[in-house]
């Protein structure tokens, strides 16, 4: 193992969206909800859900295998698997571990990072820093959730926010100057109760009470988790740009958590960052945790938004709490 400081960045980047579409009218249905409603409060259309036999590691491994052929790089030459997730195939063992297996990533160590809808940029950060030192050349990190199968679908305040997908990138290192140039992490850990799933870990297992009082889906105090959102996108972006001495005139594109189009709003007013210069895509895909930030990270550079040579910040913000953000050179 070597012990020098490299420059890592993203060699690759890749999604999956489940093919199943369910619209606000479908919603309408289930309900007592309106498009109109959701798209006003939200930004959000439509959302993709996974079929009944389909679980969280099905969606990372085409999104995984996408991103390792776009780096021309084989499973075996993997290092490490990191996937983000809060909706993972099992409480263990881990899904990352599932993924090297039907990857055929032999060599590959595994582990599932949990952070709330910021999981993809801890996992990012995380990825760089095992590259940078030279302990390992090629991670891949995943971003995968099926958070349809945490939520409450009689639960009107919750069931229209999210969806399920997969984004996943490779980690290896470039050339000095590319990749990551700074980020940004923190929790607030006080306000964890705002948004979680009560129940099915070791303080409340599951059981008859927890199941009849619906404990296993997500709970969110919106408003709270509202404000919040606006305040630490912009003040953790802000902290990443100022570590590498960029402001945000110079980056090319923002592209937050796609959690909820008037945070978003507010988000990069806040910033002071035109919507031209920010990746949305909401609208199609809800709220996919720890997978928005990938798919619509992919979206950019599949039509050319983003080109190799920009400078990119990501940013997120979800349930711990936490917030995040990483700002790149494509
Ligand atoms: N359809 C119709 N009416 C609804 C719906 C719905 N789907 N949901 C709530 N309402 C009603 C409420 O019952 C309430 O009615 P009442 O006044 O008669 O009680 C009214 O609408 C207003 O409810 P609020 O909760 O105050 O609505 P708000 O304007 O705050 O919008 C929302 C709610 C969309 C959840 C908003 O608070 C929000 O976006 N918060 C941020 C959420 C977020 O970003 N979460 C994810 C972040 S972390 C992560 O990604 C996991």
Not at 102 to 128: E, H, P
Not at 161 to 172: H, P, Q, T
Not at 181 to 203: W, Y
Not at 210 to 217: D, L, M, Q
Request: charged share 20%; with cysteine.
């Amino acid at each position: 193992m070597s012990s020098t400081v490299r420059s890592a960045g993203l060699a690759s980047i890749a999604s999956y969206l489940p093919e199943r579409v369910l619209t606000n009218y479908d919603l309408e249905k289930i309900v007592d909800t309106s498009d109109e409603w959701i798209r006003t409060r939200t930004g959000i259309a439509e959302r993709r859900i996974v079929d009944p036999q389909q679980c969280t590691s099905d969606i990372a491994v085409p999104a995984a295998v996408e991103a390792l052929e776009r780096a021309q790089v084989a499973a075996e030459e993997v290092d490490l698997i990191i996937v983000a997730t809060v909706t993972g195939d099992y409480v263990f063992p881990a899904t990352a571990s599932l993924v090297q297996d039907r990857l055929g990533a032999s060599r590959a160590g595994a582990f599932d990072l949990q952070a709330g809808c910021t999981g993809f940029i801890y996992a990012i950060a995380t990825a760089c820093q095992f590259v940078s030192s030279g302990a390992m050349d090629t991670v891949l990190v995943v971003g995968a959730e099926c958070l349809s199968r945490l939520t409450d679908w009689s639960d009107r305040k919750t069931c229209v926010l999210f969806g399920d997908g997969a984004g996943a990138a490779v980690i290896r290192p470039v050339e000095e100057g590319q990749g990551l140039l700074a980020f940004d992490l923190g929790s607030d850990g006080a306000g964890g109760s705002l948004l979680q799933v009560e129940a099915g870990g070791s303080k409340s297992p599951a059981c008859l009470d927890t199941i009849e009082n619906n404990k296993h889906f997500i709970s969110m105090n919106g408003n709270e988790v509202f404000r919040f959102a606006v305040k630490v996108i912009g003040e953790s972006a802000e902290r990443a740009m100022a570590k590498c001495g960029l402001t945000s005139a110079e980056v090319a594109c923002f592209i937050p958590h796609q959690a909820n189009m008037r945070v978003i709003d507010s988000a990069a007013k806040r910033l002071g960052v035109p919507m031209e210069k920010v990746i949305v895509n909401v609208d199609r895909y809800g709220n996919t945790s720890s997978a928005s930030i990938p798919i619509a990270f992919d979206e950019a550079v599949t039509d050319g938004r983003i080109k190799r040579g920009d400078i990119v910040v990501c940013v997120g913000f979800g349930a711990g709490l936490t917030w995040g953000s990483c700002v790149l050179r494509w």
